[in-house]
């Protein structure tokens, strides 16, 4: 039995020894875990780093890909097409019958069609003409071409500054060339427009006013349901996160379609 | 009735009622325990108390149960390992060997305390062996919502505040007659033990731990 100093002595001795160690023991716990936590934490936002460091690579060879194939259209399809329209148009001059002629003419209508609708391909897919100034410059030429050779006349409105050091994506580019190509079709085929006022703005947004001075106006969800080229327009937009409206004033019908330079 | 006891029975409520929902208790036959642990604590206790005017040979049989319930929950939780088997055959010895203690050798007007220390001596590597495994070899989770981390903590800080009045109990309570002292000493690591069965209800009854791998 032991003697009560020495009971007194191991009590005091484990009242002091246990909490010591326990306080010890959560201590390390504590620390390790928020060591571990903070690790954790490290190497998530090194694997978030690692993925948009992939995802840029990834874009980047999508790119150059793009690129790589835009050149070889237009290095070997292009100058094929081009020597079919030069035979052809050198053919006609050749022919011996009116039959003859037009068949010949079809072919060189067909290859300039292809001619033009290549060069657009090849524009749309080269990175190289990726950002604003391009897009605004490949608009310009195209409305010019397309109203003078319908004899309408028109407007190009646009503040040059806003174009620098803008990059505006291949598939933004693209998407929204062909619904600018789409609504002068329409223009041309449907409005009656007297005249065609375009205004381009850019910010975080591209935005195109097509105006259609003196034209019909049109109910655009009832010729959405009609015919193909509203819902393609809508689609192409949809695809690009834009948005198209239509308004209809006493002096014009307006089309406005815009769309984020920067996909979300 | 005393804090730790009506924190016993409200771990016990939450208990049934998740059970009755159809919902899964932190640890297997948890339920069935903290009948045994209510039980033991109020009613019976009580009635020993009427019939032999302590409670000690109840209080040796229950820590026993306790331990016994403790070795369970983490054998089942190691029960995958190759040393399982092991420690199956340990705890069986300790089980049997306490039991003959208790009925066959223990002077049931005292404590027996080295069957209490023996118990800890097999349970405190096993949660440390958790902790290690949380810290190490885990991915990492949120530990706040794993009720194996309370019910650890809860036991080591009742086993280390107990730990110098149960290792020298029957000196410091028994015979002493200032044991009043000791005996609320007793009832505040009873505090951080109920409060750890209550906090592993009701972290269990939240979201899983979240795993989220590096």
Redesign the interface.
């Known amino acids: 039995m032991?003697t009560d100093e020495e009971?007194i002595y191991?009590?005091i001795l484990?009242?002091f020894i246990?909490?010591v160690?326990?306080a010890g023991?959560?201590i390390w716990?504590f620390i390790?875990?928020q060591k571990?936590?903070f690790?954790?934490e490290n190497?998530?936002k090194d694997?978030q780093l690692r993925e948009q460091a992939l995802m840029i690579e990834r874009h980047q060879a999508i790119e150059h890909e793009r690129t790589r194939i835009a050149s070889e259209m237009h290095d070997d399809l292009g100058s094929g097409l081009t020597t079919i329209r030069y035979l052809s148009d050198k053919a006609l001059l050749q022919a011996k019958d009116t039959e003859e002629a037009e068949q010949i003419q079809r072919i060189a209508d067909h290859s300039n069609t292809l001619v033009r609708n290549m060069s657009e391909i090849i524009w749309a897919m080269n990175s190289r003409f990726d950002d604003a100034e391009n897009l605004a410059g490949y608009l310009r030429r195209y409305a010019s071409e397309y109203l003078e050779e319908h004899s309408i006349p028109f407007s190009f409105e646009i503040d040059e500054e806003q174009l620098e050091n803008v990059n505006v994506r291949g598939e933004v580019r693209r998407n929204l060339f062909l619904v600018f190509k789409e609504v002068l079709h329409n223009t041309v085929k449907y409005s009656g427009a007297a005249e065609v006022f375009i205004h381009l703005q850019i910010d975080d947004h591209v935005t195109i006013k097509v105006s259609e001075i003196g034209a019909r106006g049109f109910d655009p969800i009832a010729s959405e349901e009609k015919g193909n080229g509203l819902y393609n327009i809508k689609k192409r937009m949809d695809a690009i996160q834009g948005r198209i409206s239509y308004e209809k004033t006493a002096e014009a019908m307006q089309i406005i379609f815009s769309a984020p330079i920067h996909l979300s | 009735l005393l804090l730790f006891e009506s924190i016993f029975i409200a771990t016990l409520t939450l208990s049934a009622w998740f059970t009755y929902k159809g919902q899964k208790g932190p640890f297997p036959y948890f339920l069935p325990f903290m009948v045994m642990v209510v039980s033991f604590e109020i009613p019976i206790d009580i009635w020993f108390k009427s019939l032999y005017g302590h409670n000690l040979h109840l209080k040796n049989l229950m820590a026993k149960l306790c331990i016994y319930y403790y070795l369970f929950v983490f054998y089942h939780y190691y029960r995958d390992r190759v040393w399982s088997m092991l420690l199956k055959y340990i705890i069986l010895l300790y089980m049997t060997i306490t039991l003959v203690w208790n009925f066959g050798f223990q002077d049931q007007d005292s404590i027996d305390y080295i069957s209490y220390n023996a118990g800890y001596l097999i349970l405190i590597p096993l949660m440390l062996l958790y902790l290690h495994e949380v810290i190490y070899k885990k991915d990492y989770y949120n530990v706040l919502r794993d009720p194996y981390v309370y019910f650890i903590f809860g036991i080591l800080i009742f086993y280390t505040s107990s730990f110098p009045i149960l290792g020298f109990i029957n000196m410091l309570i028994t015979y002493n007659p200032n044991y009043k002292a000791f005996y609320h000493l007793l009832n505040l690591g009873n505090i951080f033990l109920s409060l750890a069965y209550l906090g592993a209800v009701l972290c269990s009854q939240t979201k899983k731990p979240s795993i989220i791998s590096s």
Do not use: G, V
């Open positions: 032991l009971t191991n009590i484990a009242a246990m909490p160690l326990l023991l959560l716990f390790s875990f571990k936590k690790q954790n190497d998530r694997a």
